[in-house]
C-alpha cells in the first residue's frame, strides 16, 4: 500500500526501480527475515522514507521483487478480516481461486521453480514463509500450541499448491475449486477455527 499521506520525499526518478534491484540483491544474500527496510534503502541511496512511501511495507517490497501484486500473506489477511466463521472454505478458495488466475499464479511457479538451482532464493523463501505466512496464522490462531496448528496449515495449503501447481498430479490437478474446498476445508478447519475454545 502507498502512503499517499505525506508528499513524495526526494529521491530522483529512478529511485523507485533502484529500491527494488536493490531490495532483490539484499534478500537474495541474507534473506527475508534480516533484512530492514533501512538497510535496503541505504543501499539504493534513498531516505528509507521513500521505501515507505513507494511500497508501504517490507512484505509488499518482497511482492514487487517478485513480480507479484499480492503476498501470500496480504491474502491471509484479507481472509480473516471477512470473520473467523468458515474461515477454513475461505482460505482454500481463495487459494484456488487465485492460483487458478495465471496472472497470480505464473511469478510464483517461476520462483519456486529458480528456487531449486538457487540457495539463496530457497532461504529467502523459506524465511519468507515462517515470518509472514507461518506467522499470520500462528498469531490467527492463538494459544500455546498455535505454532503446531499452523505448521498443519502451512503444511496443507504447501501441499495443494505443489500437487496443483507446481507438479500438475492428478487427481488434484482436474479437481474443481469446490471439490478441493470440500476436500481439505474439513483438515483445516479443527487448526484455523480454535479461537475462544478452551486450552
Request: proline share 5%; no cysteine; net charge positive.
Amino acid at each position: 500500500m502507498v502512503n499517499n499521506r505525506a508528499g513524495r520525499p526526494r529521491g530522483g526518478s529512478d529511485a523507485r526501480e533502484r529500491i527494488i534491484a536493490a531490495a532483490r540483491t539484499r534478500f537474495e544474500h541474507d534473506g527475508y527475515a534480516a533484512v530492514s527496510v533501512r538497510a535496503i534503502a541505504r543501499d539504493a541511496g534513498v531516505d528509507h522514507s521513500l521505501v515507505n512511501y513507494h511500497f508501504g511495507t517490507k512484505e509488499a517490497l518482497f511482492g514487487h521483487v517478485l513480480a507479484i501484486a499480492m503476498t501470500p500473506g496480504e491474502v491471509m489477511d484479507k481472509v480473516f478480516a471477512a470473520g473467523s466463521d468458515h474461515v477454513a472454505e475461505r482460505l482454500v478458495g481463495t487459494a484456488v481461486t487465485l492460483w487458478d488466475q495465471p496472472v497470480f499464479s505464473g511469478p510464483l511457479l517461476a520462483v519456486l521453480r529458480s528456487a531449486d538451482d538457487d540457495s539463496g532464493l530457497r532461504r529467502t523463501l523459506g524465511t519468507f514463509i515462517s515470518t509472514e505466512v507461518h506467522g499470520r496464522l500462528r498469531d490467527h490462531i492463538g494459544g500455546p500450541d498455535a505454532s503446531l496448528h499452523a505448521t498443519a496449515v502451512v503444511t496443507v495449503m504447501g501441499g495443494l499448491i505443489f500437487s496443483r501447481y507446481v507438479m500438475g498430479a492428478e487427481p488434484m490437478a482436474s479437481m474443481s475449486r469446490e471439490q478441493i474446498v470440500a476436500t481439505l476445508a474439513p483438515m483445516l478447519a479443527p487448526h484455523l477455527e480454535r479461537r475462544g475454545r478452551p486450552r
